[in-house]
């Protein structure tokens, strides 16, 4: 792939840079500048407030409010609010912004569904959730601690089948932990196992941990091995911690990430609003997909207020260059985060496809009943709002061949070659060996 045709054309990235330019200035100015008062006019709200969490997935909701796209588009009083964990951004969204929580903002799937169904939140109250877009393809890694090198510990777990069962059997189990139980992060981890013939759910101890405390708590041993977004796998590895035993991105290329989704009732409400901060967002996330912006893009993440972390541990893996920190070296753009087009793509739409992929991951380990999949269309038709994508990609002049023509991705392939056809998701569970479900 070269640097910009798969982003945008140079025609493209004039017009976005520019508009970037001018979106600062709109930013400094606020409402006083006459472009961002008649951005303003006609939305329900100029406010909302989102939450994120400091890892790569975040970056376009940053980019939106560094380089004054969210005022571009009128949206002058966003705030954005970095949650302390998953967890906190759960509680922060139920009692919404009027309670002091927040609107909405990034989310591990399928987290915006479970909140919708109550199954994640306090007294299992149901607050609604609209999935609105995809931040980003890839951005994730598996590290695993520097004690278990030599022990061929790789995308192919299947080569290191019998260390797992030795540990096992000294009552030692391997400990793997994530963000937030039962989310993509959680999910990546499981794959990569269950993939090398090692059950998750029997054959090691799997840990909830936040990450910020990724480095400490690997560093004492309270945990083998971490699923999460850079900065944080790379950040072990620049840290002499741990080495990178495989990128999600090896793991399934091109797949779906995080996702922007905000309280349904919020949206409901400010339905022009919320495609302003759609259109904000889709023009940050082409800003990011120019690599000519990748340098300053780290830079800005770097920053105290959002990443607190150096520049350079984000930089490389901005252009796929990873050290694993086991002697092997990555140096591959197509295995880089991407946020508006990839190998498949629209990285920015919101498939409902791939909603399907994360219901049906929550069916195979028992985290969801069977009978999800008969009410899936269902579901996803409510919490899924690709049209409001659609609209917002329309006004903002997004040409056509760039607007998917269908809600579903097709048939998705994975590194050991198991299949996902979103036209019979059962079919895919009984093509696993490991799996909690019987089926």
């Known amino acids: 792939m070269t640097e ?27 409402l006083s500048n006459p472009f961002a008062a008649n951005a303003s006019k006609g939305l329900e709200t100029t406010k909302a407030k989102l939450g994120y969490i400091p890892i790569v997935e975040a970056a376009p909701m940053i980019i939106a409010k560094e380089k ?11 705030e954005l609010s970095k949650q302390a964990s998953w967890g906190a951004a759960r509680d922060n969204v139920e009692i919404g912004s009027g309670g002091g929580g927040i609107d909405g903002g990034q989310w591990q799937m399928p987290m915006p569904y479970l909140i919708s169904m109550g199954e994640i939140t306090k007294g299992r109250k149901k607050i609604p959730m609209y ?16 004690k278990h090198k030599g ?53 090691v101890e799997l840990l909830t941990v936040p990450s910020a405390q990724t480095v400490a708590n690997m560093k004492t041993g309270t945990m083998d091995a971490f699923s999460t977004g850079d900065p944080w796998p790379y950040r072990i590895v620049t840290d002499k911690v741990g080495f990178l035993a495989a990128l999600t991105a090896e793991i399934w290329k091109n797949h779906p990430e995080e996702y922007l989704a905000i309280r349904a009732d919020w949206v409901d409400k400010n339905p022009k609003a919320t495609k302003a901060i759609l259109k904000a967002i889709m023009e940050a996330q082409q800003w990011c997909d ?16 959002y990443f607190n972390v150096p520049a350079n541990i984000l930089e490389g893996p901005f252009f796929g260059k990873y050290d694993k ?38 069916v195979r380990w028992g985290f969801l009943p ?36 269908s809600t579903s991705r097709g048939v998705e392939t994975f590194f050991d070659g198991i299949k996902f056809d979103p036209k019979n998701p ?10 909690k479900v019987s089926i």
């Open 131 to 146: 999935v609105l877009l995809q931040l980003n393809t890839h951005g994730n890694g598996i590290a695993v601690s520097n």
């Open 151 to 203: 022990q061929k510990l790789s995308l192919k777990v299947r080569d290191s089948k019998a260390y797992f069962d030795k540990l096992k059997s000294g009552g030692n189990k391997f400990k793997a932990a994530y963000t937030f139980p039962e989310a993509n992060q959680e999910f990546w981890i499981r794959y990569w196992l269950a993939a090398g013939g090692v059950n998750p759910d029997t054959d």
């Open 4 to 30: 910009l045709q798969d982003q945008f054309t140079r025609r493209k990235f004039i017009t976005v840079t520019g508009a970037a330019a001018a979106g600062t200035i709109l930013l400094n100015g606020g």
């Open 370 to 405: 069977l009978d999800t999949l008969d009410k899936a269309n269902g579901m996803i038709s409510k919490v899924n709002r690709e049209d409001l994508w659609r609209e917002a990609a329309k006004e903002l002049g997004v040409s056509a061949r760039d607007i998917p023509k």
């Open 426 to 435: 059962k079919a895919y569970l009984k093509s696993l060996k490991i799996k």
């Open 325 to 362: 920190g086991d002697g092997k070296k990555v140096d591959d753009k197509s295995l880089a985060a991407y946020y508006w087009k990839d190998g498949r793509g629209s990285v920015s739409y919101p498939y409902r496809s791939h909603d399907l992929w994360f219901l049906t991951e929550s």
């Open 290 to 305: 120019n690599f000519n912006n990748r340098k300053e893009l780290s830079q800005i993440l770097s920053k105290r207020e």
């Open 68 to 78: 004054g796209f969210f005022a571009k588009h009128g949206m002058t009083d966003i």
